[in-house]
């Protein structure tokens, strides 16, 4: 069977963006706040899960429907990641490269 969504550029993207937000979560974050490290693993895995599902129906509309919530997921990330920064578990300059 072929899955054509690791076809998708968006998809290599969302994973090399988890990879490095792992990353950051690893090295800065999950010895601290056990909290803030599930909630952004979890939006982290939603962001590429959701591309691979929304890839699965054939329908044009479905799969913006499933991008969109993927989208959704890079915001509470991004959210998280500034949770981070105010709570001084990274600086600003690695927030602004997430």
Do not use: P, W
């Amino acid at each position: 069977m072929k899955f054509r969504f690791k076809e998708f550029r968006v998809y290599q993207d969302a994973k090399d963006y988890c990879r490095f937000c792992r990353d950051v979560i690893a090295n800065h974050i999950a010895r601290r706040d056990k909290s803030l490290t599930g909630q952004l693993d979890r939006a982290l895995n939603s962001i590429v899960l959701n591309i691979a599902e929304g890839s699965a129906d054939n329908s044009d509309a479905e799969f913006a429907r499933f991008l969109g919530i993927s989208m959704r997921s890079v915001y509470e990330t991004v959210a998280g990641f500034d949770l981070a920064e105010l709570y001084q578990y990274i600086d600003e300059d690695l927030n602004q490269r997430i």
